[in-house]
């Protein structure tokens, strides 16, 4: 089974920026918000995916992701999944031997910047860039299945 085990942290100013490349688009929408199953759909690029995540324990939770025909993927964007969308631009950045990814979400979501960091261990330690503000990894409300039911400009 495969395992996903990330922090997440709100981003403070834009320090960040200077060490970002271009980041990548992406648009992205939820089949299924349960609380004990998500079913996303996420276009990146030319590239389609569809991805299964279960229930959050900690900072851990299985993940199962494809890749799946773009025309598939956007006819199911564009068709099946709740609204509003997510979308968001993705910036990659090296910190102290892991990548952080930085979401700066657009849309309903203005404003919100979050950074992700994938473990190998939920207790791993690890150093914190300047630029990362409080951790929200326990705080559902910045799930971005939740950010769809309760958009961030609605906060």
Known sequence: MATEIERKFRVEGEAWRQHAGAGKIYRQGYLSTDAERTVRVRVVGSQGYVTMKGKTVGARRAEFEY?????????????????????????????????????????????????????????????????????????????????????????
């Not at 090296?94 to 190998?120: C, H, K, R």
């Open 67 to 155: 890749a799946i025909p773009l025309d598939d993927a956007t006819a199911m964007l564009d068709g099946l999944c709740l609204r509003p969308l997510i979308e968001k631009t993705r910036y990659r950045l090296p910190y102290a031997g892991l990548t952080w990814e930085i979401d700066e979400f657009s849309g309903e979501n203005q404003g919100l910047i979050i950074a992700e960091v994938e473990l190998l261990d939920e207790h791993q330690r690890i150093q914190v860039p300047d630029w990362v503000g409080d951790e929200v990894t326990h705080d559902a409300r910045y799930f971005n299945a939740n950010l769809v039911m309760h958009p961030f400009s609605q906060w």
